[in-house]
């Protein structure tokens, strides 16, 4: 638009010696009325065809209405007539840019600043030329140039703010963002408070999070009515990043009716969508459903409606609709950024790998660089890379007994669907009173497979080695589970696992078997409750039977820090009963009130803490009180290393026998040692 104001004034200068009767002509091509001005010149040519200025005029009034083609085929015979003529050089060039032919116009520009190096027009021309081919740094120093030659030109300074708009647009792209925000910034200088400049200041900060200097520059931005319902708008998505969701609503609220009282229907469809965003982040799915389904009737097919759908499928762990709603926005648009990345996020929550890779990268080829799609597939990566993790950790209780044990596990993802382990478990165990002593090695290699999207098949084999004083016994072990999905927001767990018992130097020298029959279910919903439930089933060597119910209703007070609260109940009963070996009660019951809470301290350091406390009654004994704890603090060094520390503490009878105290220490190292998944070249995913 710039170049085309700019060389229209070039071109109307020039006519101002030509004949009167062609202003007409002249004020349709400064008006942008192109269509009447070409039909204009067109009549004009056919009483005088030899014009220069009516040719000039025409064959950009012909190229301006949407011919470029052939205005550059009428600039190129008048150029044989009049070779070396420098406004018909500057058209000719133009015609190029017309057509978004840029490359073409780049050695044509470059050739003529070379013949004309004082010639504005043609500077700026260049200059615009290299803008348009994403060549900033080049632009940037070209305008400067026709700044020199005209340093009052508006024009100029108008290319040189949206060079620096598209050049800071590139270095956020590439996160480096001092430089971004640098060059936005200087646009200031010749345009205080530039509408443009304030907004993708604003983005830039929500970008890095810096979430007070955005919403100054929204507030800088409501200087209308109209521009303070798109400043709220901004403003309340700042508050989302500042995770003050509700804050957030209570913005949106405000904005939505004064949008209404506006009567701007792009303005109004905007803010409803982010009102409806606001409802999502809040949990409300029951409102914002209403308000999609209401909106839906009057804007039909709309991509922020689809998005909204799929959004609302995404919270409320629907993602099969969220595709459904993603692929509907490509139809209509498939270089939507929403749909392209909205779409690879969709297919991530069902499960779909492949094809959520496939679409993260199908949006970086729209969008080069951007940094959220760049991320998500980082994501991905991290989550199938191979790994090494270490386990280290000590225990001691009130019976005297310590132990330390150390396990390392090395998975080994080979597909997205398929992937190996290997661990290797070794625990020392002593009693300081009867000096009894005992070690336990177990080497396991595990396999898993996922049947379906959402449905992962465990299976893990190996072998216990275990050392009593000078005894020795070698048992299998294994551990199968299927772990699915069966509706929406309900996992479901089936197993069946054979292990050694190995919690002290007494148990693991009686060589005692225990095989496993396990059902864990988990029902989530979309009010914040949920409930947990396990179901198992035990036969062990020595001929006894455990049956075990634990059942867990919780709610999810907050989101940022998680924090959940409930209520637990366990039931506990043993077909025989030998008290003097290890605890097994003909019936055992606990109920306790928990809380756990898990938040962030820093960019790369999180924490965890839980706690729970109840009563428990071991067969008619007297009910005693229970208390539990666990924290833990992780701190990620590096996207591929990170190490955990943690501390846990029971009085919990179940654990071994009524009036036992437990406490455990210990620490955890994960080493991604690849920089990749080992399918990511197989699968041309770079």
Known sequence: ???????????????????????????????????????????????????????????????????????????????KEYPGDFEIEINYNESYLWAKEYEKAKP?????????????????????????????????????????????????????????????????????????????????????????????????????????????????????????????????????????????????????????????????????????????????????????????????????????????????????????????????????????????NALFAADLIIPAYNMANQTLKFYKNQKDA????????????????????????????IAFFTNTTIDVPFTTKFRTTVSYFFRTTENSVTDNKATSRVLLAGLQYKLFPKTVLKTVIGLNNSRFLDEAYTQPVLDIKLDLQPFKLQNLTLGYQREVQSFNAELIEREIIQNHYGLNYNLGTNVNFGWYTQLMHTQQSDDNVRNLLFTSLYYNVLRKPALKMGVNYQYITFKDQVPTIYFSPEKYKAVELFADIRGIISEKTTYMASAATGIQQVEDDPKTTIFRAETSMQHQFSKRFSISVYGKYSNIASATAAGFEFTEIGLKAKWLFLKNPIFYKKLNLD
């Open 374 to 401: 760049k991320g998500f597939i980082e994501k991905l990566n991290l989550m199938h890379t191979p790994t090494i993790e270490e386990h280290a950790a000590y225990t001691f209780d009130n019976g005297n007994n």
């Open 1 to 79: 638009m710039i170049h085309r104001v700019l060389f229209l004034f070039l071109i109307t200068t020039s006519l101002l010696r030509a004949q009167s009767d062609m202003t007409k002509g002249f004020g349709m091509l400064e008006k942008g009325n192109f269509q009447e001005a070409e039909l204009f010149f067109g009549e004009y040519l056919k009483t005088e065809p030899d014009n220069k200025t009516a040719k000039l005029c025409y064959g950009r009034a012909v190229g301006l209405s949407g011919e470029p083609e052939k205005a550059t085929n009428l600039f190129s015979e008048l150029l």
């Open 108 to 344: 044509l520009y470059a050739d003529l600043v070379e013949r004309n190096p004082k010639q504005f027009a043609a500077v700026l021309g260049y200059a615009n030329t290299l803008s348009n081919l994403k060549e900033y740094k080049s632009a940037l120093s070209w305008v400067e140039k026709a700044i020199e030659l005209q340093p009052d030109n508006s024009s100029a300074k108008t290319s040189r703010k949206f060079m620096r708009l598209g050049y800071a647009n590139e270095y956020v792209n590439n996160q480096e963002y001092g430089q971004g925000e640098q060059l936005l910034k200087e646009i200031f200088n010749d345009f205080p408070n530039d509408k443009d400049v304030l907004i993708n200041l604003a983005n830039l900060y929500l970008i890095t999070k810096q979430v007070d200097k955005a919403k100054s520059m929204y507030i800088r931005y409501a200087t209308t009515p109209k521009d303070s319902i798109t400043s709220l708008n901004g403003i309340v998505l700042a508050e989302h990043i500042d995770e003050n969701d509700k804050e957030a609503l209570n913005i949106s609220k405000t904005a939505t009716l004064k949008a209404i009282k506006l009567n701007d229907t792009k303005l109004t469809e905007q803010t409803y969508d982010r009102y409806i965003q606001a409802l999502i982040w809040n949990r409300k799915f029951i409102s914002a459903k209403k308000q999609i389904d209401s909106l839906e009737k009057h804007y039909p097919n709309r991509n922020w409606i689809h998005a909204l759908k799929a959004t609302r499928g995404l919270y409320t762990g629907d993602p099969k609709s969220s595709i459904e709603s993603y692929d509907k926005i490509l139809v209509n648009d498939s270089a939507s950024f929403d749909g392209n990345l909205g779409k690879a």
